[in-house]
């Protein structure tokens, strides 16, 4: 299931007009007034999530599979690919759909309240990509994870999960608590999709045995643990 998530989002990105490739959108001013209301129609608009409206209410579950631009949906697979597969294994197949769909509309369901009066339009799927990660940090926290920062000036180095998932939880937090009217990213998504990734991996899993299978993530090593 992660790559049949990972080829439904790139599938949708290219048909859609964000992606610039489908010509039946038109150019110029005529593709900005499609992208705008393709945004509209299948993100999440906070001030109008609380109408009641059964459309409205969808968009938490549309918006994780539209992306946009090629820079938001290329970063959000390549995390879904490196700790999509692991957790997928450790889940099964439709639990982890469930998981995953679950988590991302909870996540924007918690950004959209904690913006509720915004007219902002939010889309992508990273609210259930943080939740991944933060399963993945309960299930496989000694998997060795390959990590470029640009402070290391850029050296592809291995560390365990557990330090790069909660070096990068914080930096999400803190990026939260500065920007907290939320433009740009949606920082508060991330947040609240990997908290609760990792409460349910810790209420599912708790006290069961985890094992670690490379799985279909060639950048992660995965370690045998209790």
């Not at 993100?43 to 009641?52: A, C, M, Q």
């Not at 918690?110 to 992508?124: I, K, N, P, W």
């Amino acid at each position: 299931m992660t790559n049949v998530l990972i080829g439904l989002c790139c599938a949708l990105f290219a048909l859609s007009p964000a992606s610039g490739l489908n010509h039946l959108y038109g150019t110029g001013d005529t593709l900005l007034q499609a992208q705008t209301a393709y945004f509209a129609h299948w993100g999440v608009i906070p001030r109008d999530l609380w109408s009641g409206s059964p459309h409205a209410l969808l968009t938490p579950l549309t918006a994780l599979f539209v992306h946009g631009s090629w820079l938001h949906l290329l970063g959000n697979v390549l995390f879904l690919y490196v700790f999509g597969g692991m957790a997928e294994s450790r889940m099964g197949r439709l639990p982890f759909t469930v998981f995953y769909l679950g988590t991302g509309y909870l996540a924007l369901l918690g950004y959209a309240a904690a913006h509720a009066t915004s007219g902002q339009t939010l889309v992508g799927a990273s609210g259930s990509i943080s939740g991944v990660l933060g399963a993945f940090l309960y299930l496989f926290p000694k998997a060795r994870v390959t990590s470029i920062f640009p402070f290391l000036f850029f050296l592809p180095l291995r560390f365990p999960a557990w330090i790069v998932l909660l070096f990068w939880f914080v930096l999400q937090w803190l990026a939260a608590q500065r920007d907290p009217s939320g433009p740009g990213v949606a920082y508060l998504a991330h947040v609240v999709g990997f908290a609760l990734g990792f409460l349910y991996a810790w209420g599912r899993y708790r006290g069961a045995s985890v094992v670690a299978t490379r799985g279909n993530t060639p950048a992660t090593e995965g370690e045998s643990q209790q």
